[in-house]
């Protein structure tokens, strides 16, 4: 809502303050999202079984697993296409979409009959990725993206992407428990050292020295 008329008014004008709004867009996503949904799938089938029932968790936890995947690469990708659309392409957007759809139908049918609901989940998840990754190869070529910051977008999106696959193939609680604590952890440390800017280091630091202190 809010990046779509700031690249619309800056395309043309002031390139420069159209890039930075949409790196720090996905600085905010990254930090608001990628949490939930890792914390979601580390514990999808606690979720489930206490939700509904184990025999609903047993079936649905691996479906719940790929969606989180899915949606953390689609909430990027949702950035990435605000520009696009806000660059005044949405051409481009349509016609990914309408090359994508055929082959997406085609992959929905085959992986519903080979493996029900989990594949149906995994191609919709692939589909993500693919749309994400021709959206930001888009923003890349046209300068809305340097190459430092498309480095670190793809290593951290191998790593978060690797780290939820790995949840997928550990089934004790206490492992994965580990698994998601070292995982908030190292993100804890990335987001500090490389998605804040100084700015937003500085207003974490004066919550903190604001924060009210319990008394002994």
């Known amino acids: ?71 953390w690469i689609n909430c990027l990708a949702q950035m990435a296409i605000t520009v696009v659309h806000g660059a005044g392409n949405a051409r481009f957007a349509a016609l990914l979409h309408l090359a994508e759809l055929p082959l997406y139908l085609l992959g929905l049918w085959w992986a519903a009959h080979q493996a029900g609901l989990w594949g149906v989940a995994c191609v919709w998840t692939l589909r993500a990725g693919v749309d994400a990754a021709c959206l930001f190869c888009w923003c890349r070529q046209h300068n809305m993206l340097h190459t430092a910051v498309l480095r670190v977008l793809i290593a951290g999106g191998v790593l978060s992407v690797g780290g939820m696959a790995m949840l997928m193939m550990c089934d004790p609680l206490w492992l994965r428990a580990s698994i998601a604590a070292v995982g908030l952890v190292a993100f804890g440390l990335g987001a500090w050292y490389v998605l804040c800017d100084d700015a937003m280091r500085q207003f974490i630091r004066r919550l903190l020295r604001t924060a009210p202190k319990r008394s002994p």
């Open 1 to 71: 809502g809010v990046l779509l008329p700031v690249i619309a008014q800056h395309w043309q004008a002031n390139k420069a303050q159209a890039q930075q709004s949409f790196i720090m867009s996905l600085r905010y996503v990254s930090l608001l999202v990628f949490p939930v949904v890792w914390l979601i799938s580390a514990f999808a089938y606690e979720g489930l079984q206490g939700w509904l029932d184990a025999r609903f968790a047993q079936q649905g936890t691996m479906v719940l697993q790929w969606l989180c995947i899915g949606v």
